[in-house]
């Protein structure tokens, strides 16, 4: 069984598989059959004979535009012959891919991804405390400027009335 730091495919490669597409992280079949050493249709027979397990919020069809977009963006022509829809999985749906996939590298692969997803989120996190506290910090500069340029009305008003 695999160590805990062990990693069975590179971060780098399984992160430059994770698209933003209709505002989730995703993961397409194509790239998960490949991580996990199966064919894309044997991954897709699996998903359809266990469709209850897949909700919308777990896996999604890209509609034809959406993946035309995505090919444009990422310049990768290996998507070349599609013939059907790509499935889009979010971290639950790959999480759900374990249970349908019972081979001992999809289980490796599904654990080392569903822990870069969960390391994505927390990093997010960690960037938006950080975005929060600049904006408490820029608050209280903004508060003080207003403090300081009324010091400096209050001088202005002072040195008008001695000149009169």
């Known amino acids: 069984m695999m160590e805990k730091n062990e990693r069975i495919i590179p971060e780098e490669v399984i992160m430059s598989k994770i698209y933003l597409i209709r505002a989730r992280k995703v993961m397409l079949d194509m790239d998960l059959a490949e991580l996990y050493g199966v064919e894309t249709k044997q991954l897709k027979r699996a998903v359809r004979r266990n469709e209850k397990r897949f909700p919308p919020d777990f896996m999604f069809e890209l509609s034809q535009k959406e993946f035309e977009n995505l090919r ?10 599609v013939r059907y829809s790509p499935m889009a999985f979010t971290e639950q749906g790959v999480a759900m891919l374990s249970s349908v996939l019972n081979s001992d590298r999809a289980i490796l692969v599904n654990i080392q991804i569903i822990r870069i997803f969960t390391r994505m989120r927390e990093m997010l996190l960690t960037h938006c405390d950080i975005l929060e506290k600049l904006s408490q910090i820029e608050q209280k500069f ?8 009324l010091i400096f009305e209050y001088l202005r008003q002072l040195e008008q009335s001695r000149q009169q």
Do not use: A, E, M, V
Request: glycine share 16%.
């Open 72 to 81: 444009s963006q990422s310049g990768t022509s290996s998507w070349g012959g």
């Open 142 to 149: 903004t508060d003080h400027d207003d403090k300081i340029l």
